[in-house]
C-alpha cells in the first residue's frame, strides 16, 4: 500500500507538474535575488512538511477512524488493539482454554460446522465466564463485541450469512485502510493542484496541462482498482468501502 501511494499516486502527477506553463504574470515580478532566494527554503519546507503534508494526513486518518466510527468501534476500543485485529485467522481460545465450549459444540471443532453455526458459536464463547478468566486474548474479544451497538443491532443478520464477529471486525479494518488509501490520493490531488503556482490561484493559471489532468485520471482509476478490484485486494489487503468517504476527503 505504501509503494502504491508513493508510485501510483504521487510519481505521475509530480512528472506532469514539468510541464506545467509559466505563469502569466511572471514578467512582472522582481527578477530573484541569486544571494538569498534559493530553490529550496524554509518556506517550502514548511508548506511541504507543516501543511500540505498534515493536512493529508489529518484527511487519510480522519477517514481511516471514521470508517471505525461507523461500525461501532470508537477510538477507544482502537487503542493496543493491532496485533489482535490481525490474528483474525488464528484461535481466539483453544481446548484447553474452555472446554466446555468445544464439547458443547463438537462441529465446529472438527470443522464440519456450517458458516453461520461456526459463526453463531464463536459468539457464544463470550458466555463461558470461566473461559474469559483463562484468556486475555478471548477477554478482549468478548468486550470488543459487547461495546459494539452497530454489531448488537445487526449481529442475527451478520450470523445468519455466516459471518461472524471476527470476519466483520476484519472486513471493517480493511475499509479503514482502503478509505485510507483512497483519502491519501485525494489529497496529493489537492496538493498537486496547489503546486501548479507559488502564487496565482487554480483559475487563475487555470488547467491547461493536460498531463497533469491525465495522471489525475490515472490516479483515480488506480485508486478505484486497488480498492474495487477482486483479486487486486487480496494483494494490498483492501476492500469495497462506502463512497460518503471519498465525499469526506475531497
Known amino acids: 500500500m505504501i509503494l502504491a501511494v508513493d508510485l501510483g499516486t504521487d510519481l505521475a502527477p509530480?512528472?506532469?507538474?514539468?510541464?506545467?506553463?509559466?505563469?502569466s504574470d511572471l514578467m512582472k515580478r522582481k527578477p530573484r535575488n541569486?544571494?538569498?532566494?534559493?530553490?529550496?527554503?524554509?518556506?517550502?519546507?514548511?508548506?511541504?512538511?507543516?501543511?500540505?503534508g498534515v493536512l493529508e494526513t489529518m484527511i487519510g486518518f480522519?477517514?481511516?477512524f471514521g470508517v471505525f466510527t461507523s461500525f461501532g468501534f470508537i477510538h477507544s476500543d482502537l487503542t493496543g488493539a493491532a496485533i489482535d485485529f490481525k490474528k483474525e485467522n488464528s484461535v481466539i481460545c483453544d481446548k484447553e482454554c474452555c472446554?466446555?465450549?468445544?464439547?458443547?459444540?463438537?462441529?465446529?471443532?472438527?470443522?464440519s460446522a456450517t458458516a453461520s453455526l461456526t459463526a453463531l458459536a464463536e459468539q457464544s464463547m463470550c458466555g463461558y465466564s470461566s473461559c474469559l478468566l483463562k484468556s486475555e486474548r478471548l477477554e478482549f474479544f468478548c468486550g470488543l463485541m459487547k461495546k459494539n451497538s452497530y454489531w448488537a443491532e445487526f449481529a442475527l443478520e451478520y450470523i445468519s450469512k455466516g459471518i461472524s464477529f471476527t470476519s466483520?471486525?476484519?472486513d471493517v479494518f480493511k475499509?479503514?485502510?482502503?478509505a485510507f488509501l483512497f483519502a491519501i490520493a485525494i489529497g496529493q490531488i489537492g496538493n498537486g493542484l496547489c503546486l501548479k503556482s507559488h502564487i496565482q490561484s487554480i483559475f487563475e493559471c487555470g488547467f491547461k496541462n493536460k498531463y497533469l489532468l491525465?495522471?489525475?485520471?490515472?490516479?483515480?482509476?488506480?485508486?478505484?482498482?486497488?480498492?474495487?478490484?477482486p483479486g487486486v485486494q487480496d494483494v494490498f489487503g483492501t476492500t469495497a468501502f462506502h463512497g460518503r468517504w471519498i465525499g469526506v476527503a475531497i
Not at 14 to 23: F, G, P, T, V, W
Not at 99 to 111: Q, R, T
Not at 175 to 178: E, I, L
Open 175 to 178: 475499509q479503514a485502510q482502503s
Open 62 to 64: 480522519f477517514c481511516f
Open 168 to 170: 466483520f471486525r476484519s
Open 99 to 111: 472446554p466446555a465450549w468445544y464439547a458443547d459444540f463438537p462441529s465446529v471443532a472438527n470443522g
Open 34 to 52: 541569486s544571494k538569498t532566494d534559493r530553490l529550496t527554503n524554509g518556506q517550502l519546507f514548511f508548506l511541504g512538511y507543516g501543511c500540505l
Open 14 to 23: 509530480a512528472i506532469c507538474l514539468a510541464y506545467e506553463l509559466a505563469e
Open 214 to 229: 491525465y495522471s489525475i485520471v490515472s490516479e483515480i482509476v488506480l485508486m478505484v482498482l486497488i480498492c474495487y478490484a
